[in-house]
């Protein structure tokens, strides 16, 4: 009784590693979010597809856990690293009662590193991630999370920036970072990663907070020393003040 929880990172083939791609050809039964399932799927030896829609997670690992039960090789995709805002996490829960289940983690690469790499360095010291999707964490406490990131001077990536129902979300955010850090503060955006379409802009705090973004968007905000070299964005690990640049 198998099942593998399998982060495809941004969808790519050739930004999915080796593991992915193996554990992938081992399975019969591919289970996910639609969009991730049609990312993969030729990669995918099987014939059995499994899907569920948006907000139906609790269903969708459910499904995986019972077929997995039922003797098949399971593989649960998830966009991006499968713990990171991915079914990792409730996979387990779901499966608690079953010890004779065996699930493996699979990493990918997460967004924030994708899309740092399309960027250049914004993520080469201290940084926090967060969503800012509230369907299952209150603003409130969204709210609390950006101002302790940014009264330390934290790197900042943001998942889940804006949505049709939450289309001002990220000029809430940046609000809140605007209490602490300066309106110049050096951030970017990164659109479709490792996909089509993918696009990239480097701006100020000031110019984020009148942004559009979507589901597909992520965002980086910069520390206090972040700056543009070369036309990157880059977040200086400290390497200048030992004096050996």
Same mark, same amino acid.
């Given at each position: 009784?198998? *099942?593998?929880?399998?982060?495809? #990172?941004?969808? =790519?083939?050739? +930004?999915?590693?080796?593991?992915?791609?193996? $554990?992938?050809?081992?399975? +019969?039964? *591919?289970?996910?979010?639609?969009?991730?399932?049609?990312?993969?799927?030729?990669?995918?030896?099987? &014939?059995?597809?499994?899907?569920?829609?948006?907000?139906?997670?609790?269903?969708?690992?459910?499904?995986?856990?019972?077929?997995?039960?039922?003797?098949?090789?399971?593989?649960?995709?998830?966009?991006? +690293? $499968?713990?990171?805002? #991915?079914? $990792?996490?409730?996979?387990?829960?779901?499966?608690? =009662?079953?010890?004779?289940?065996?699930?493996?983690?699979?990493? =990918?690469?997460? /967004?924030?590193?994708?899309?740092?790499?399309?960027?250049?360095?914004?993520? /080469?010291?201290?940084?926090?991630?967060?969503?800012?999707?509230?369907?299952?964490?209150?603003?409130?406490?969204?709210?609390?999370?950006?101002?302790?990131?940014?009264? $330390?001077?934290?790197?900042?990536?943001?998942?889940?920036?804006?949505?049709?129902?939450?289309? +001002?979300?990220?000029?809430? /955010?940046? &609000?809140?970072?605007?209490?602490?850090?300066? !309106?110049?503060?050096?951030?970017?955006?990164?659109?479709?990663?490792?996909?089509? =379409?993918?696009?990239?802009?480097?701006?100020?705090?000031?110019?984020?907070?009148?942004?559009? /973004?979507?589901?597909?968007?992520?965002?980086?905000? #910069?520390?206090?020393?972040?700056?543009?070299?070369?036309?990157?964005?880059?977040? !200086?690990?400290?390497?200048?003040?030992?004096?050996?640049?």
């Amino acid at each position: 009784m198998k *099942l593998y929880v399998i982060g495809i #990172g941004p969808g =790519g083939r050739e +930004d999915m590693t080796l593991r992915a791609v193996n $554990a992938l050809k081992d399975c +019969d039964t *591919l289970v996910g979010y639609p969009v991730y399932v049609d990312l993969v799927k030729h990669l995918f030896e099987g &014939e059995r597809i499994l899907t569920t829609p948006m907000k139906q997670e609790i269903e969708r690992c459910t499904m995986a856990v019972e077929q997995a039960l039922a003797g098949h090789t399971v593989a649960m995709v998830c966009s991006g +690293d $499968a713990g990171i805002y #991915g079914m $990792a996490g409730l996979i387990l829960e779901v499966a608690k =009662g079953h010890p004779e289940l065996d699930v493996e983690i699979v990493p =990918g690469v997460t /967004a924030a590193l994708s899309g740092a790499a399309v960027l250049g360095a914004p993520l /080469a010291h201290d940084f926090a991630v967060i969503s800012l999707s509230d369907l299952l964490t209150p603003w409130e406490t969204i709210a609390a999370r950006l101002r302790a990131a940014a009264q $330390a001077d934290f790197a900042v990536c943001l998942y889940n920036p804006a949505s049709k129902k939450r289309a +001002d979300y990220l000029h809430r /955010a940046c &609000e809140i970072l605007l209490e602490t850090k300066s !309106p110049q503060t050096v951030c970017a955006i990164v659109r479709n990663i490792g996909r089509q =379409g993918e696009s990239s802009r480097i701006l100020t705090l000031e110019q984020l907070s009148q942004t559009p /973004a979507d589901m597909f968007t992520t965002v980086f905000i #910069g520390n206090s020393m972040t700056k543009v070299v070369g036309g990157k964005m880059v977040t !200086p690990r400290g390497y200048e003040a030992k004096g050996t640049l």
